[in-house]
């Protein structure tokens, strides 16, 4: 007999690899590794290997989400923690592209009967804003994703419902006054110096002291890096943060 909770965890499981891809292993979308090949809008298809897929090193043809497994286990922990804690607050995702990892925080609460915290998918459906210093804007046509088709994306898995809310515009305009009154897992995915900033600025005094801050490319992103170390040390944060893969890191608010 399967127990409610060996359940859960196949249902959380199952998402994971649904989410990632890594059950029909599609293909991911190379786009350059310098300015010059951004620019000539290279787009080359490349095989599915599944310890890339692992640490989110690609991004997917057709999953939801580029974040890897690994990662995606790090929102799962964050968020059962304060479940099991009881820390007050919501989940949010600054910078969603397809949805998936938001997707996945929203079935992580739904395994957990968990009904009263909101996932916010905050995200300007438009792609990255034109920076010259960091030209991801270049592969707009591969970030880009609209609306309607990242709630057609949690449709599909059954979890596009009342708990579910989007945020739509550039971070310094939507989240200053966005109405989330405490926070207990903020993931920023902002890339940009500036998104960083934004989503700190307006975001960190919301998260509970037990919460969680996920940085998804704290070690891939140097301006990302900074404006995250610029913020803790403006703040006097001293949390330690931890590894999640390579690329991602996390911290807990200890007050």
């Not at 196949?10 to 300015?35: C, E, P």
């Not at 599944?50 to 989110?56: A, D, F, L, Q, Y």
């Not at 968020?79 to 079935?107: N, Q």
């Not at 207990?184 to 998260?207: I, N």
């Amino acid at each position: 007999m399967i127990t409610a909770t060996r359940e859960r965890d196949l249902y959380l499981d199952l998402m994971k690899k649904a989410v990632s891809n890594t059950i029909y292993q599609d293909a991911s979308v190379y786009y350059g590794d310098s300015l010059e090949e951004m620019r000539a809008t290279i787009r080359e298809e490349r095989a599915f290997d599944p310890k890339i897929r692992e640490t989110g090193l690609d991004t997917p043809r057709t999953a939801h989400t580029m974040v890897g497994l690994k990662r995606l286990e790090n929102i799962q922990h964050c968020l059962e923690s304060v479940i099991e804690d009881d820390v007050p607050g919501d989940f949010i995702e600054t910078g969603v592209w397809r949805g998936g990892a938001s997707i996945f925080a929203r079935s992580v609460l739904k395994a957990h009967n968990v009904t009263d915290r909101t996932v916010w998918v905050a995200d300007s459906f438009e792609g990255m804003p034109k920076n010259e210093d960091l030209p991801i804007h270049l592969v707009n046509d591969v970030l880009a994703i609209s609306l309607e088709t990242v709630q057609e994306n949690f449709r599909r898995y059954d979890l596009l419902d009342d708990q579910v809310k989007f945020l739509k515009g550039w971070f310094c305009d939507t989240l200053p006054t966005a109405p989330v009154d405490q926070i207990a897992v903020l993931r920023l995915d902002g890339d940009l110096y500036e998104s960083t900033e934004d989503a700190l600025q307006a975001l960190y005094p919301k998260v509970s002291v037990g919460g969680y801050v996920i940085v998804d490319d704290y070690h891939f992103l140097p301006p990302c890096r900074m404006a995250v170390l610029d913020y803790r040390h403006k703040h006097g944060i001293k949390d330690p943060i931890q590894e999640i893969d390579g690329l991602g890191v996390f911290w807990r608010r200890t007050k």
